[in-house]
C-alpha cells in the first residue's frame, strides 16, 4: 500500500517562512521521482517542484516559485520537502505531494501514480 502524507501547512504572513514535508512508504523512493504541486481556491492545479533522490538529486521548478522555494529529499527517511521563503498570498494554495516513476511537468491527475492528501498553505496579507 502507497502512502504520501504531507504535513507542515498552516497560515503565515506575507514575507514569511513553512517548510512542508512529505512522507512516503509503499514504494521505492529512491526510484520514483516526487512533486509538489498546489492548488489554489477556484484555480486548477499548478505543478511546483520535482526532484529525483537517485539521479543526483535533480531538481526542478516553476518560474513562480524559482528562488523562493527549495525542494529536497531525505532518501534515509523516504520523505520529501518543501522549504518556502519570501511566500507571497498568492502562494495560498492545498500543497499537494505526488510520486511517478518519470518525469512530467504535467498539472492532471493522471499525470502522477500516486498523491498525498494535501496540507492547506494560507498566507495573508
Known amino acids: 500500500q502507497v502512502y504520501l502524507v504531507e504535513s507542515g501547512g498552516g497560515l503565515v504572513q506575507a514575507g514569511g517562512s513553512l517548510k512542508l514535508s512529505c512522507a512516503a512508504s509503499?514504494?521505492?523512493?529512491?526510484?520514483?521521482?516526487m512533486y509538489w504541486v498546489r492548488q489554489a481556491p477556484g484555480k486548477g492545479l499548478e505543478w511546483v517542484s520535482a526532484i529525483n533522490i537517485g539521479a543526483l538529486s535533480s531538481t526542478y521548478y516553476a518560474n513562480s516559485v524559482k528562488g523562493r522555494f527549495t525542494i529536497s529529499g531525505d532518501n534515509a527517511k523516504n520523505t520529501v520537502y518543501l522549504q518556502m521563503n519570501s511566500l507571497k498570498p498568492e502562494d495560498t494554495a492545498v500543497y499537494y505531494c505526488a510520486a511517478d516513476r518519470y518525469y512530467s511537468g504535467l498539472t492532471t491527475r493522471t499525470s502522477y501514480a500516486y498523491w498525498g492528501q494535501g496540507t492547506q498553505v494560507t498566507v495573508s496579507s
Open positions: 509503499g514504494f521505492t523512493f529512491s526510484n520514483y521521482w
